[in-house]
C-alpha cells in the first residue's frame, strides 16, 4: 500500500469531521482485508483508514509476484511508520489490529496516540511469558532458519491451514489462502521469539501510560498462532493499567483467520460496539 494512498485515507478522515479508526493488518495479510470492516464502521458514521506497513504492494497479486518487498521490516520501523501517519490526524483515532497488527495497536496506544484500541489475537509483546506448542508449531515456517530474520517468508496451504485457517473448511481455507495471504517479514518473529531476553526488544508495550486509552483483547476460541494463554497474559499485564479500561474476550469456535473469514461480522460487531462505547 503505498504511503500516498494512506495520506489520501488521512486526508478523507481528516476532511470528514468523523472520528477515524485505524486499522492495522497483521504477518501475511495486506491492508485490504480490512476492507469489509472499513464498509462497517463507515456505516457507522466513522472514517476508517487502512494504513499499510512501509512498502506494503497495493493488491495481492502484487504482493505474490514480488514478495521480496516484505524483507527487512522490524516491529520498530513499523510502529514509528504508522506513528507518523497517525499524527497527521487531526483527531485522535480508535485502532484496531489482529495479531502483529494487534502488538502493534498496543505499541501506539502506550504512545498516547489512539483514543481507544482494539487488538485481536495480538502477538505477544515484550514480558508476555506463555508459549503455547501450537504457537511454536505455527512459527516454525520462519523460526526454523535463521537466515529468515532478513527474508520474506511465505507460508505454504498447510502452513496456512495451520496457523490460520485451522477452524474453517478445507474448502474455505484454500479460498482465504488464495484471496489474502501473502508473503511476510521474517524479523518480527524473531524479535517476538526473543523479546524476554532482549531489554531493549521493539516489542515493548508502554502497558501503564496514563495516556493509553480503553483497551479490548479478542482472543479466537480455536487459534493455534495466538492461543488464549497468550491473549490473556497480555491482558493480565494490560489490566494493571489504573488509567483506562481493559477488557477481554473470547470468540468461541474461532481461529486466527476471524478478521477475514465467513464469521468476520461477528468480530467486527464486537471491535464497533468497544469503540462506540468510547467514541
Do not use: C
Given at each position: 500500500?503505498?504511503?500516498?494512498?494512506?495520506?489520501?485515507?488521512?486526508e478523507q478522515a481528516n476532511s470528514s469531521g468523523r472520528t477515524p479508526v485505524v486499522f492495522v493488518h497483521g504477518l501475511w495479510l495486506l491492508?485490504?482485508?480490512?476492507?469489509?470492516?472499513?464498509t462497517v464502521f463507515?456505516?457507522?458514521?466513522?472514517?476508517?483508514?487502512?494504513l499499510g506497513w512501509p512498502d506494503d504492494p497495493d493488491t495481492v497479486a502484487e504482493a505474490k509476484a514480488h514478495p521480496e518487498v516484505f524483507a527487512h521490516k522490524t516491529?520498530?520501523?513499523?510502529?514509528?511508520?504508522?506513528?507518523e501517519l497517525i499524527g497527521k490526524l487531526e483527531r485522535r483515532p480508535a485502532v484496531v489490529g489482529h495479531s502483529f497488527?494487534?502488538?502493534?495497536?498496543?505499541?501506539l496506544a502506550g504512545r498516547g496516540l489512539s483514543a481507544a484500541s482494539v487488538a485481536i489475537d495480538p502477538a505477544?509483546?515484550?514480558?508476555?511469558?506463555?508459549?503455547?506448542?501450537?504457537?511454536?508449531?505455527?512459527?516454525?515456517?520462519?523460526?526454523?532458519?535463521?537466515?529468515?530474520?532478513?527474508?520474506?517468508?511465505?507460508?505454504?496451504?498447510?502452513?496456512?491451514?495451520?496457523?490460520?485457517?485451522?477452524?474453517?473448511?478445507?474448502e474455505e481455507a484454500k479460498e482465504l489462502y488464495e484471496t489474502f495471504s501473502v508473503a511476510?517479514?521474517?524479523?518480527?518473529?524473531?524479535?517476538?521469539?526473543?523479546?524476554?531476553?532482549?531489554?531493549?526488544?521493539?516489542?515493548?508495550?508502554?502497558?501503564?501510560?496514563?495516556?493509553?486509552?480503553?483497551?479490548?483483547?479478542?482472543?479466537?476460541?480455536?487459534?493455534?498462532?495466538?492461543?488464549?494463554?497468550?491473549?490473556?497474559?497480555?491482558?493480565?499485564k494490560q489490566k494493571r493499567n489504573?488509567?483506562?479500561?481493559?477488557?477481554?474476550?473470547?470468540?468461541?469456535?474461532?481461529?486466527?483467520?476471524l478478521t477475514i473469514d465467513s464469521g468476520w461480522r461477528e468480530v467486527a460487531d464486537t471491535a464497533l460496539a468497544f469503540v462506540r462505547r468510547f467514541l
Open positions: 500500500m503505498s504511503v500516498s494512498h494512506d495520506v489520501q485515507q488521512i491492508p485490504s482485508s480490512w476492507d469489509r470492516w472499513a463507515a456505516e457507522a458514521g466513522y472514517a476508517p483508514v487502512t516491529v520498530g520501523q513499523i510502529a514509528d511508520h504508522l506513528t497488527g494487534g502488538l502493534l495497536a498496543q505499541i505477544p509483546f515484550r514480558g508476555v511469558l506463555p508459549l503455547p506448542v501450537s504457537s511454536l508449531r505455527a512459527s516454525v515456517p520462519v523460526l526454523g532458519n535463521p537466515a529468515n530474520i532478513h527474508r520474506a517468508v511465505p507460508l505454504t496451504y498447510e502452513q496456512f491451514r495451520y496457523a490460520f485457517a485451522n477452524a474453517v473448511t478445507e511476510a517479514p521474517g524479523a518480527p518473529l524473531f524479535q517476538a521469539a526473543t523479546a524476554n531476553f532482549n531489554p531493549w526488544s521493539e516489542t515493548k508495550v508502554n502497558s501503564r501510560s496514563p495516556e493509553r486509552g480503553p483497551l479490548l483483547i479478542i482472543s479466537g476460541e480455536k487459534d493455534n498462532t495466538v492461543p488464549w494463554a497468550i491473549a490473556n497474559a497480555s491482558y493480565k489504573e488509567a483506562a479500561v481493559t477488557e477481554i474476550v473470547e470468540i468461541p469456535g474461532r481461529g486466527h483467520s
